[in-house]
């Protein structure tokens, strides 16, 4: 699997973006798709998940607890994306964000997941 992720930039705080991570290769939809972070000087940290169908889990997301009630993740399996509705953004959301696939389980741990896309730079200004 290959993955693009697309949509960063600098933005207020308090403000919004939508990250997407396109997807090419191998059957998209029988993975779990995650966003995770970086931050200079920190590790990468565990944003969201979403399981790869709505027969499995219900469909089920997971999000950190900081950014909880502000991000939301979604796919659509017909275009091989998923996406991250970003809203109220914050300085400290401020980071690399990668989107990532998942062929295993339903992890939040970067270790787990088997593909990754390169990146996109999120910035928030005070």
């Known amino acids: 699997v290959q993955l693009q992720a697309s949509g960063g930039g600098l933005v207020q705080a308090g403000g919004s973006l939508r990250l997407s991570c396109a997807a090419s290769?191998?059957?998209?939809?029988?993975?779990?798709m995650g966003w995770f972070r970086q931050a200079p000087g920190k590790e990468r940290e565990f944003v969201a998940a979403i399981s790869w169908s709505i027969s499995w889990r219900g469909g089920n997301t997971n999000y950190a607890e900081s950014v909880k009630g502000r991000f939301t993740i979604s796919r659509d399996n017909a275009k091989n994306t998923v996406y991250l509705q970003m809203n109220s953004l914050k300085p400290e959301d401020t980071a690399v964000y990668y989107c990532a696939a998942d062929s295993g389980g339903w992890s939040s741990s970067p270790y787990d997941y088997d593909y990754w896309g390169q990146g996109t730079q999120v910035t928030v200004s005070s």
């Open positions: 290769g191998r059957t998209f939809s029988s993975y779990i």
